[in-house]
């Protein structure tokens, strides 16, 4: 606990608060690709900017599906197999604060 | 006096609650206030203290019936807002739909979108509630299609059931800041004592009088006044009755 906190909460006299400290600074924003995707959308901006690419979405005639072929089962792999498989790759995204933040600004010149 | 439109895209985010709360609070900062509940669900009235098999009176054309609940004149406006002659008065615009001598607050359910573009056009406010959670963020588009969010002009933004503990919740309080600059209202913290007071049919004014969504909620009040010039100073002292 930080010396200062430690101060407060003994002045206060309180010893049923909770102490946690961030990790990331209180005002520092992440680009969580939800928020890229409102900054690129037209609706939300007014802005024409495709810069994240979503799903990949095929659109066929409905008679396609039945053409489909059926994928043969495959192994059963062990329960949660996926998260070790997770956690084993990329971390997530880290934060482009600085593309964001000009992003907002050139929002609010606009506007 | 103002009519006050609560509408989100996305059901589940708090506009009810939200609705009881500045009805509540507007009562007692001295004014007139009527809520009505434009919903299937029928739950605003739990938000007041009351039972589930308690009716609410029905709104209606010209008079009726009036129950005040916390100081405010509370109804259910839902099967009138199916009728012909709803729709004709919302069209012509010139029948007494809403008292002229009180604010009126509207607490529409997300998918009745007709009813929704029905009473933005007589709305001096619209407010949008949004939670910190992506399948929220994600309605944005939605609030008025055809118009960008950072082009509406009724609109405000209320960003509920807050948690500093939580990243993403920090991060998207500081995004939709950022994105909506001045036409983001307030936020109002979560706390569990709101669903508490539910459970124990009380207001939470009553039962949780130190939550912390109690001065949020002021200080969104205040904002409203300040918004719809309903005060010319919007500091004014304050006691929220139960």
Known sequence: ?111 | MPLILIHSPKGGVGSTFLTAQIAMHLSARGHQVTAIDFTYQDSLKLHFGMLPNQALVEMSFGGGETMMVSGVDLMTGHALSRTPEFAEAIRLADAPLFDPARITIADVSADDRILKGQLLAHADLHLCTLLPRPASLATLPQVEPGTPVTELTKTMFLLNQLDDRHRLSRHTHSFIRELTRDRLMGSVRRDEAVNEALAMFEPLTKFAPSSVVIPDMTRIAAAIEERLGLVETADQPEVVRS
């Open chain 1, 1 to 111: 606990m930080r010396q200062d906190a430690r101060n407060l909460l003994e002045r206060l006299s309180r010893k049923d608060f909770k102490y946690q400290q961030f990790a990331d600074p209180y005002a520092d924003m992440e680009l969580w690709p939800i928020f890229q995707a409102l900054l690129t959308d037209e609706r939300v901006t007014g802005t024409d900017t495709r810069e994240l690419r979503g799903a990949e979405v095929q659109i066929r005639p409905r008679d396609d599906r039945q053409e489909k072929p059926v994928e043969a089962a495959r192994p059963r792999a062990p329960l949660f197999e996926r998260y070790n498989q997770r956690a084993a790759a990329q971390p997530p995204r880290g934060g482009d604060v600085v593309n964001m933040r000009s992003f907002l600004d050139r929002l609010s010149d606009k506007n």
